[in-house]
């Protein structure tokens, strides 16, 4: 791999991020103690408003979500280039003993304090460089990312255009435990796409005892929930995996009565649009085989939440090249393989070039190879990482605007 050298004309924000690391960690302490969810965050919308008061900024806000949408113009021309920092929390009753601990029943248990956070600083520092950027940056700040998902609704009210030009690329960094201060990420696709799988078979409810004179929706459930696993091995290549991971099981409640409908619902993650499309297809006919067997009826649903997160190649390349200048070779890594997590920051990628980036944030204390994984109860991140994270962002967006640029071959 070559690059180009990008020191003689990006600032050193790795350097300048550590004079405002202080207030960068106390507006993500104090976005962790009160955490809000979904697409309705008030209070963490107007904590970001604070933060970036007195920012050369033009600043909107959504109408349908709690968004927070900001442009800072350079003084040079230039592309458009756009970062995001989703801000939602989850219904998680949190677990640890920090000192701003979350107590409202919720609990930032998926880092997103941190994106918010380091975002606000990645404004702060190119707002200190306008005189210098050319073109324009468009901070997303987005709600609902755990769900009901932010994404599709800020695209509908304009946050790619909110520049007046739509953006040429998109970044984003998500913390993940392990060792502090790795970045990484990979060319083509890097999370999972999500979605929801529901099954209902009915038959007619009985005496338990009477099993003969009832047709029983169980055995179908039992049999579809082992068949769906073997399905998956057995009809998909390892190399383009799917995950159907069972996570709701529902049938009657009074032990000696056979229900007259027994349910399932399970998350499905896949890599491709093609198995994305295959799995509905050979689970349905499952379902409805074994129902049929069973002389009962199945119910099938299948929804597509979040699609593949898929980065540019280019794009992909440009940020390791470009965090590897900055941060070090031992500090950047290629990931070999997608992760089957989900991500709807994928809803940006597919309508804009860009790549998604991880960020390792486990406490020096604390083995990466057991630490608590996202969305835990106990999952504890450093915010110490949050000046790189700024930098990074920063970097990532001044890099792109200005072509000085790794080149990755």
Known sequence: MTSTNTSASIPDFAAEATGIADDLIALRRELHEHPELGNDLPETQARVLTALEGLPLEITTGQALSSVTAVLRGAKPGPTVLLRGDMDALPVTEETDLPYASTNGNMHACGHDLHT????????????????????????????????????????????????????????????????????????????????????FTGIGGHGSMPETAIDPVPPLVEFCSAVQTMVTRRFSVFDPVVATITNLSAGEAVNVIPPAASMGASVRTLSKETTAEFPRLARQLAESIAAAHDCTAEFSFENTYPVTVNDRAQARFALDTLTEVFSAERVVELDEPIMASEDFSFVLHEVPGAFCFLQASPPEIDPETAETNHSPRVLFDDAVLADEAAALAVLAFAHNTGAQGTGS
Request: aromatic letters at 4%.
């Open 117 to 200: 956070a380091g975002l606000v600083g990645a404004a702060r520092l190119l707002c200190d460089h306008q005189a210098e950027l050319p073109g324009n940056v468009i901070f997303m700040f987005q709600p609902g990312e755990e769900g009901p998902g932010g994404a599709e609704p800020m695209i509908a009210e304009g946050v790619l255009d909110a520049a007046g030009e739509r953006a040429d690329a998109a970044f984003g960094i998500h913390v993940m435990p392990g060792t502090r201060g790795v970045f990484s990420t990979r060319p083509a696709t890097i999370m999972a796409g999500a979605n929801i799988m529901r099954v209902t």
